[in-house]
């Protein structure tokens, strides 16, 4: 008669240890999942470093072609810089919202990153057409060589991401806030301030400098 008591006490314990080892699983992949987008994400930076010294140097090399001064338009770059930040701090609306479980307003905030990600994107289009019809084309010159390079490589980054908001809100209305689409979402997070960072340095160092040079 003693036995079952003891049997039933220890049987609930079983099963705990049984959830918790289950549980610290999920974190370690999820741990894992970050700790491996942070060393992507460091790679990308050195990318976009070795981009910025080719810059640095071809910056002056004109060969006889425009300047800085000449073909930068500063109060549109300036207004494409702040579409960008500001669709930075939507997106962290976006993460609040999804701490709090709010699925509806997660999805809202990322449709409105998306849209001003694809305004900045279009802006620096708009952009590019304008300096090819001046002639002011890549192959002109090795700072306009640098600077498409430079200026292309981040503008197809925040097309990758716009991308990657579209396919998070497939899978929020798939499968809403579980554990695997919020890892999604702050590794998504990280990309997209990583972008707003690189503009800042490709704002200041590429046209501001460039224009006070």
């Not at 990308?44 to 470093?49: G, R, S, T």
């Not at 701090?89 to 997660?106: C, H, K, P």
């Not at 620096?124 to 057409?129: D, K, S, T, V, Y």
């Amino acid at each position: 008669m003693t036995d079952h008591p003891r049997g039933d006490a220890t049987r609930p314990s079983f099963y705990l240890v049984e959830e918790d080892g289950h549980d610290h699983g999920d974190d370690h992949a999820g741990g894992g999942t970050i700790v491996g987008f942070w060393i992507y994400l460091m790679s990308d930076a050195l990318i976009f470093a070795t981009l910025f010294a080719t810059y640095g140097v071809m910056s002056t090399s004109y060969a006889g072609g425009p300047t800085p001064r000449e073909i930068f338009e500063l109060p549109l770059v300036a207004l494409n810089t702040a579409i960008l930040l500001v669709s930075s701090i939507t997106y962290g609306f976006a993460m609040i919202a999804m701490q709090e479980g709010r699925l509806n307003a997660v999805r809202l905030w990322l449709v409105v990153t998306a849209l001003l990600g694809i305004g900045f994107v279009g802006v620096e289009l708009f952009e590019f057409a304008t300096l090819a019809h001046e002639g002011a084309v890549p192959q002109r010159s090795g700072f306009l060589s640098a600077f498409f390079t430079l200026v292309g490589t981040h503008g197809l980054h925040v097309t990758a991401g716009i991308v990657w908001i579209g396919v998070m809100l497939v899978q929020l209305a798939q499968r809403g806030l579980v554990a695997e689409n919020q890892r999604r979402l702050m590794c998504l997070s990280m990309f997209w301030h990583f972008l707003d960072v690189i503009w800042i340095g490709v704002f200041t160092f590429v046209y501001l400098l460039g224009v006070v040079r």
